[in-house]
């Protein structure tokens, strides 16, 4: 198995750019989360779906902040316009069972934004 | 979901036993306890989960009193390998879809 993947693994912009991330779950794996990590706020959930269909959207600082899972088999995350504070790594995790607790997390994706 | 506290960052040397200890005063009846690893520039890894007395894999062992009021995860012979950051979570995985809120976690250092 493939694991999760995450692309790109590193992205540069320019503030006010629009930033797309992206994420492949586990195959047969139907919850997906968004996750946000930066030194001074540590891991942040930002989102996750369940089959599909976001369920928890709480966490998404502003509404610059979009994610869509158009598919079992994929998701993005989207910023625009992109500002330097949304310089972080954003990771992506998917399980298999409403009730577990055993997320597979991804690479990341390390975002600059300047 | 109910709030954890785990100390901030431990030492420790090659070959020793570890244990780092969770409080979790307010979990509620159907919480479950789990504790994630995460190495630098890595997303977290599961490593073990719990509701009550004692579990153990192939890498941990928790620990979890009869008030649940706290856990232990326990490290045996650990190796430079295992520094990393280890996060203790609580929650209703039934109920909150398996959602999961970390904390600041604690920072293990293993040194030769």
């Known amino acids: 198995d493939a694991g999760v993947i995450q692309s790109p693994r590193h992205e540069v912009t320019e503030m006010g750019q629009e930033v797309t991330l992206r994420c492949k779950p586990i195959?047969?794996?139907?919850?997906l989360f968004w996750y946000r990590q930066t030194m001074m706020r540590g891991l942040e959930l930002l989102i996750y779906?369940?089959?599909?269909?976001?369920?928890?959207d709480s966490g998404m600082p502003e509404d610059r902040f979009s994610a869509k899972m158009p598919n079992a088999s994929f998701s993005t995350l989207k910023i625009q316009p992109s500002e330097p504070r949304d310089s972080a790594v954003y990771f992506c995790?998917?399980?298999?069972?409403?009730?577990?607790?055993?997320?597979?997390f991804g690479p990341g994706t390390r975002l600059t934004v300047t | 979901l109910a709030k954890t506290t785990q100390p901030i960052s431990m030492d420790s040397y090659e070959g020793q036993e570890v244990n780092i200890t969770c409080s979790h005063n307010?979990?509620?009846?159907?919480?479950?306890i789990t504790w994630y690893q995460q190495f630098p520039s890595q997303g977290p890894r599961f490593i073990i989960q719990?509701?009550?007395t004692k579990v153990t894999n192939e890498v941990a062992s928790l620990f979890i009193p009869a008030d649940r009021k706290s856990s232990t995860l326990s490290l045996p012979r650990v190796s430079l390998s295992d520094t990393a950051v280890y996060y203790c979570?609580?929650?209703?995985?039934?109920?909150?879809?398996?959602?999961?809120?970390f904390g600041q976690g604690t920072e293990l250092s293993v040194k030769p």
């Open positions: 995790a998917s399980k298999k069972g409403q009730s577990s607790y055993e997320q597979y």
């Open positions: 195959s047969g794996h139907n919850s």
């Open positions: 779906f369940n089959n599909n269909v976001p369920i928890d």
């Open positions: 307010n979990i509620a009846t159907n919480d479950y």
């Open positions: 719990g509701y009550k």
């Open positions: 979570l609580v929650g209703d995985g039934y109920n909150q879809g398996g959602k999961l809120i």
